[in-house]
């Protein structure tokens, strides 16, 4: 039996009609770009998040570019972000004239340390740029407390963690922006690239609006350069059905997560992931603390279990960064030692017991 990363199929199987009545409407309805799903859809986000403005985009890439120029972050400032994350991550902050300072993470958490921030803070600083990665939300208590302290914008990578909740409240909506991923292996995923920005700020929502149709409210009349970034109709329409369905997914990669912390209990040379409150297991990453992490992940391909390694190199030692930054040694050992496992919400216990008796096997030999 090959056992993939992520299986989506079995959510399409579920929701099929559901999804070609969605996008039979579109057809039918001849509008292909924003239109009436893209604006329903970002009621509803926003509804379910609780924040008074979502703007779809073309990708949690532009979001996090847009949220930062929308926040009024540009040339010459100074981010601080998490070097354990997606290149999109920093790319979006050097893209928009700003320059990535890289904080070191919490090596439980896999999250940006908050006190590693307050020594990275300089008079550049303008904003702050946490990732909730794996689905995890990131320490939001802390660094709002820094955010306020230094007049810094926060704007939160929610690429991994829609439904996701620090102390009640979702990720996205505790900074002054939210950016979100609908890239389709994401926890809430499209049938293509999406994204969406969110924030209670009317003039953040405002600019981001202008943003991502070339800068201008009304045609030919551009006040800022700004980018194609729309939402299509069809993604908007797919994520309408299945936003109705994200807790129950996020409920069942919850109990995923839980089933492998059992089933890996007791495996000496193995860290498995804290189940903490509001996390949504976009990915089940462990830790090898014996360097044994290449070997297994091998093992495993030999046998036919898929898994990753997100992320085998952190940003600041990709070559377009590297040589440019003091050394984060908890992000760079966390990269050697971290295999993020098979999950989707549908994937049967049968097949993770499978996964973990290979994990075991694996490090014998
Ligand atoms: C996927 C991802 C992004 C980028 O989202 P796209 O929709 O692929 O542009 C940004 N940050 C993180 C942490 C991600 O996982």
Same mark, same amino acid.
């Given at each position: 039996?090959?056992?993939?990363?992520?299986?989506? =199929?079995?959510?399409?199987?579920?929701?099929?009609?559901?999804?070609?009545?969605?996008?039979?409407?579109?057809?039918?309805?001849? +509008?292909?770009?924003?239109?009436?799903?893209? =604006?329903?859809?970002?009621?509803?986000?926003?509804?379910?998040?609780?924040?008074?403005?979502?703007?779809?985009?073309?990708?949690?890439?532009?979001?996090?570019?847009?949220?930062?120029?929308?926040?009024?972050?540009?040339?010459?400032?100074?981010?601080?972000?998490?070097?354990?994350?997606?290149?999109?991550?920093?790319?979006?902050?050097?893209?928009?004239?700003?320059?990535?300072?890289?904080?070191?993470?919490?090596?439980?958490?896999?999250?940006?340390?908050?006190?590693?921030?307050?020594?990275?803070?300089?008079?550049?600083?303008?904003?702050?740029?946490?990732?909730?990665?794996?689905?995890?939300?990131?320490?939001?208590?802390?660094?709002?407390?820094?955010?306020?302290?230094?007049?810094?914008?926060?704007?939160?990578?929610?690429?991994?963690?829609?439904?996701?909740?620090?102390?009640?409240?979702?990720?996205?909506?505790?900074?002054?922006?939210?950016?979100?991923?609908?890239?389709?292996?994401?926890?809430?995923?499209?049938?293509?690239?999406?994204?969406?920005?969110?924030?209670?700020?009317?003039?953040?929502?405002?600019?981001?609006?202008?943003?991502?149709?070339?800068?201008?409210?009304?045609?030919?009349?551009?006040?800022?350069?700004?980018?194609?970034?729309?939402?299509?109709?069809?993604?908007?329409?797919?994520?309408?059905?299945?936003? +109705?369905?994200?807790?129950?997914?996020?409920?069942?990669?919850?109990?995923?997560?839980?089933?492998?912390?059992?089933?890996?209990?007791?495996?000496?040379?193995?860290?498995?992931?804290?189940?903490?409150?509001?996390?949504?297991?976009?990915?089940?990453?462990?830790?090898?603390?014996?360097? =044994?992490?290449?070997?297994?992940?091998?093992?495993?391909?030999?046998?036919?279990?898929?898994?990753?390694?997100?992320?085998?190199?952190?940003?600041? +030692?990709?070559?377009?960064?590297?040589?440019?930054?003091?050394?984060?040694?908890?992000?760079?050992?966390?990269?050697?030692?971290?295999?993020?496992?098979?999950?989707?919400?549908?994937?049967?216990?049968?097949?993770?017991?499978?996964?973990?008796?290979?994990?075991?096997?694996?490090?014998?030999?």
């Amino acid at each position: 039996m090959k056992i993939p990363i992520l299986d989506l =199929k079995p959510q399409y199987r579920a929701h099929k009609e559901e999804m070609s009545e969605a996008i039979a409407r579109i057809l039918e309805s001849g +509008q292909f770009i924003l239109g009436p799903d893209v =604006k329903l859809l970002e009621e509803e986000v926003a509804a379910y998040l609780g924040v008074k403005h979502a703007i779809g985009v073309n990708s949690g890439t532009d979001a996090l570019m847009i949220g930062l120029r929308a926040a009024g972050i540009g040339e010459g400032d100074e981010v601080i972000t998490t070097p354990f994350s997606f290149f999109a991550t920093a790319e979006s902050i050097s893209n928009v004239g700003a320059k990535p300072i890289f904080a070191d993470i919490d090596p439980k958490s896999y999250n940006i340390d908050p006190e590693e921030i307050k020594a990275k803070i300089t008079p550049q600083t303008k904003g702050i740029m946490p990732v909730h990665l794996y689905g995890r939300p990131a320490e939001m208590g802390p660094i709002m407390d820094i955010a306020t302290e230094h007049g810094l914008k926060v704007i939160e990578d929610c690429a991994q963690s829609f439904g996701a909740r620090y102390r009640g409240k979702y990720t996205g909506t505790m900074g002054h922006v939210g950016a979100f991923s609908f890239f389709p292996s994401k926890n809430l995923g499209a049938y293509g690239d999406g994204g969406m920005i969110v924030t209670d700020d009317d003039r953040v929502a405002e600019m981001a609006r202008m943003l991502r149709v070339h800068g201008t409210k009304t045609r030919y009349n551009n006040r800022v350069l700004g980018y194609n970034s729309r939402l299509d109709s069809i993604q908007a329409a797919i994520l309408r059905v299945k936003l +109705q369905y994200i807790d129950g997914w996020n409920g069942a990669r919850r109990k995923v997560a839980q089933n492998y912390n059992h089933l890996l209990a007791g495996v000496p040379e193995i860290i498995t992931p804290e189940i903490v409150e509001g996390h949504v297991f976009h990915q089940y990453t462990i830790r090898f603390t014996n360097g =044994k992490r290449d070997r297994v992940k091998e093992y495993l391909a030999s046998l036919g279990i898929a898994s990753m390694v997100y992320y085998p190199v952190p940003q600041d +030692q990709l070559p377009v960064y590297k040589g440019q930054y003091p050394p984060t040694p908890t992000s760079d050992l966390l990269a050697g030692e971290v295999l993020s496992l098979p999950i989707w919400p549908e994937i049967e216990s049968e097949m993770m017991a499978i996964v973990v008796q290979g994990i075991k096997e694996g490090l014998e030999c």
